[in-house]
């Protein structure tokens, strides 16, 4: 059983069964405290899916809140000011 940290994402592992880790060269098995340290500070890559998630949230409050400006009359129907 080894320790392993991951080179990209920082996450440590304590005790695992180090053939599941030597293949991928992701991982450093038992690595130094100089390693350790500096790989947790990695930032973690950004996932794809959550960005997508975040800009569909997004749209759909703006798209809330042009229904309520249509809703007090301050836009028509097409989005545009009413005067």
């Known amino acids: 059983m080894s320790?392993?940290?991951?080179k990209v994402t920082g996450?440590?592992?304590?005790s695992v069964h180090t053939p599941y880790y030597s293949s991928n060269s992701d991982w450093i098995i038992n690595p130094t405290q100089v390693q350790i340290d500096t790989?947790?500070?990695v930032p973690p890559p950004?996932?794809?899916?959550a960005i997508e998630k975040e800009r569909l949230i997004e749209l759909k409050k703006?798209?809330?809140?042009?229904?309520?400006?249509?809703?007090?009359?301050?836009l028509d129907s097409k989005g545009e000011l009413i005067k």
């Open 46 to 49: 950004p996932d794809p899916d």
């Open 11 to 14: 996450q440590f592992l304590k």
């Open 3 to 6: 320790d392993v940290i991951n």
């Open 62 to 74: 703006r798209e809330i809140a042009i229904d309520a400006l249509k809703l007090d009359g301050v």
């Open 39 to 41: 790989y947790k500070s």
